[in-house]
């Protein structure tokens, strides 16, 4: 890992990288990854009539850890051998090296940073969504599946609803189509059953 950077020099490595746009990207994929695995692991035990939560939280969290360890490496390993190349390609342009400007800090730092956002979205939202099955206890009323069913759908809903604020169109249809696909994802596992 490269050392440790202030808070000021991570926003100037993100400026010259251009990669505020690529990081808030990979959030959303990975978290509708991560919302929509959810969804489908809990759909599919709902569906059996699963009753012993132990086996659907392991089954979810090995689903949530693994999810991390794809994201978080393979953007560390594609965006550093990107960035890498753009470094190299400066350098050459300039005809010195830039390894100790911030240029190359950038190099250095941003590939863990989109890794760790691409890991971490779809493992904190696959926790979020589990929390209902975590905290169920004997004789609560509720069913923690479709009590956990119901935070991924809404969670669906917030993604849509943030990518909307992005591309400033209407809150309410981009959560409407966000929920749609989690949506379609239960119905085609309850028409499978």
């Known amino acids: 890992m490269p050392e440790m950077m202030t808070w000021r020099a991570l926003q100037q490595a993100l400026e010259i990288s251009q990669s505020d746009g690529l990081i808030r990207r990979y959030f959303v994929v990975n978290g509708f990854d991560g919302a929509l695995t959810m969804l489908g692991i809990l759909g599919g035990f709902y569906m059996s009539h699963t009753e012993d939560l132990h086996i659907v939280i392991s089954a979810c969290l090995g689903a949530a850890i693994a999810l991390f360890m794809s994201g ?7 965006e550093a051998a990107e960035s890498q190349k753009a470094l190299a390609e400066t350098e050459q342009a300039m005809g010195k090296s830039l390894k100790d400007s911030a240029h190359g800090r950038a190099a250095r730092w941003v590939p863990w ?6 890991g971490l979205s779809p493992l904190v939202i696959a926790l979020i969504i589990l929390i209902p099955v975590f905290v169920h206890q004997p004789g609560m009323a509720y069913s923690p599946l479709v009590l956990s069913i119901s935070v991924g759908l809404g969670l669906m809903f917030l993604l849509g609803f943030f990518l909307s604020r ?28």
Not at 169 to 192: E, P, Q, R
């Open 113 to 118: 940073l989109v890794g760790a956002v691409n």
């Open 166 to 193: 992005v591309s400033q169109t209407h809150w309410l249809l981009g959560g409407v189509k966000a929920l749609s696909v989690g949506l379609l994802t239960l119905a085609i596992i309850l028409l499978l059953e």
């Open 72 to 78: 978080l490496s393979a953007a560390y390993i594609s």
